[in-house]
C-alpha cells in the first residue's frame, strides 16, 4: 500500500469511529487451545427510509494491517473521509433483526456445503509472494467472496419488518409457535421459551429447497441495550456460523465466527456507517484462522448495485451487482463471479 495513503487512511480512521470487534478476543483463546483448521436478497435500501440523519461523530480506532506488502499503486484518497454513526436504527423490531441475521448467516453456511474451502485461502498472500497486480487481484476476489453477501445485506437490508406468522408449524425437527418466510433464503420457524421471558431464549430451523439447518439464540442485554445473537448450523457436516449483535459498539454492528468441521475457519465484524455524515460504508475487520492474518476493509455505497472497495494495498475495487452476477473490476481488469 502508497505509504502516504496508509498514513492519510490511518489518521482518518483513527480521529473518526471506534469499531471493536469480538473477533481478537475469540481467537485469541481460541487459537492458544487446538490448531485452527483450513481456513446467497430481500432487501430495500436501509438508507433510502432514514431520511435525513443527525449523526453524532464518534472516536474511531481501526488497526490497519501494518504486514501488507507495499505496492507502487496510487490510492484514490479523495474518496475516503470521516465516518460517523447512524442514530436510527434500520432494524426496527426483534423479529425483523432475527430474520436479518439469519439471513445473513445462511449464504455462509451454505457456501461450506456447495465448496470447501481451500485449504490456503488468503486475503492476500501476495505479501509473501513477488505476484502481479492480476493474481493480486485473483486472490482478493476470492477472498471476499467469502463476505460479500453479509456485507450487502448490511447495506441493503429491508426498511420494513418481516412478518412472523404466529400459529402450530410443523418442520422437520419439530412444530414451532411462529413462521417468517424470507426471500432467497426459504422458511424460518422457531419458538420462544417463554419460561424464561420472550426472546430470552429461542430455538428454530431454516428450510430451503434442499435442507434444513437448526438454529438457536438469545437475548444478551449489555449496558442496557438487548442484542440477538445466534448459531445457524448443518449438524451433518459440523459446520455452523455464529452472529453476535453489539448495540454498544455502533447502532448496526455484527460479528460472525464461520466455523468448517467444528475448526475455526475465519471470523469477521461489519459496522454500518456514514462517510462524511452522508455515505452508506462499511468498515469490516476480518481473520483468518488458516494464515493467523487479518485487516481492515472500507467498502463505499455509490447505489444498491455499485460498491467502492478499498484497503489491502488497492487503490479502488469497482463491485458491481447485475443480474445474478458480481462483477469486480480494478484498473484493466475484471473477475465475474456468479
Not at 4 to 27: G, R
Not at 225 to 237: G, H, M, P, V
Request: with cysteine; charged share 25%.
Amino acid at each position: 500500500m502508497d505509504e502516504q495513503f496508509e498514513k492519510q487512511l490511518s489518521e482518518k480512521v483513527q480521529n473518526s469511529y471506534e469499531v471493536k470487534t469480538s473477533a481478537e478476543d475469540i481467537l485469541c483463546d481460541y487459537h492458544a487451545k487446538q490448531k485452527a483448521k483450513k481456513p446467497f436478497n430481500y432487501k430495500v435500501p436501509f438508507f433510502a427510509s432514514l431520511g435525513t440523519l443527525a449523526c453524532a461523530a464518534v472516536a474511531l480506532a481501526i488497526v490497519l494491517p501494518l504486514s501488507f506488502g507495499k505496492t507502487t499503486l496510487t490510492p484514490d484518497a479523495s474518496s475516503l473521509g470521516s465516518l460517523t454513526d447512524i442514530n436510527v436504527s434500520p432494524l426496527k423490531s426483534k423479529e425483523g433483526t432475527l430474520a436479518y441475521e439469519v439471513s445473513s448467516v445462511y449464504p455462509l453456511l451454505k457456501r461450506l456445503g456447495l465448496q470447501k474451502i481451500p485449504a490456503k485461502s488468503p486475503f492476500l498472500e501476495f505479501q509473501d509472494k513477488k505476484e502481479g497486480v492480476e493474481e493480486r487481484f485473483e486472490s482478493f476476489v476470492e477472498s471476499y467472496e467469502k463476505v460479500q453477501s453479509p456485507v450487502r445485506d448490511g447495506f441493503l437490508g429491508t426498511s420494513a419488518d418481516l412478518t412472523a406468522n404466529e400459529g402450530s408449524f410443523v418442520g422437520k425437527n419439530g412444530t414451532y409457535d411462529y413462521q417468517v418466510v424470507i426471500p432467497e433464503v426459504g422458511t424460518l420457524l422457531y419458538s420462544l421459551d417463554k419460561s424464561l421471558g420472550n426472546w430470552s431464549k429461542f430455538s428454530g430451523e431454516v428450510s430451503d429447497n434442499e435442507k434444513t439447518y437448526s438454529l438457536e439464540g438469545r437475548t444478551i442485554t449489555t449496558n442496557g441495550r438487548e442484542n440477538l445473537t445466534l448459531k445457524l448450523y448443518d449438524s451433518e457436516d459440523n459446520d455452523y456460523v455464529n452472529v453476535e449483535q453489539d448495540k454498544n459498539k455502533s447502532i448496526f454492528f455484527f460479528s460472525y465466527s464461520v466455523f468448517e468441521d467444528g475448526l475455526l475457519s475465519y471470523t469477521f465484524s461489519m459496522s454500518l456507517l456514514q462517510l462524511n455524515s452522508t455515505t452508506p460504508s462499511i468498515v469490516l475487520t476480518y481473520y483468518l484462522a488458516d494464515d493467523a492474518k487479518g485487516g481492515t476493509l472500507q467498502i463505499v455505497w455509490k447505489n444498491r448495485n455499485v460498491y467502492q472497495i478499498y484497503g489491502e494495498g488497492f487503490a479502488k475495487i469497482l463491485l458491481t451487482y447485475q443480474s445474478n452476477q458480481r462483477i469486480y473490476s480494478y484498473l484493466s481488469y475484471v473477475i465475474t463471479e456468479e
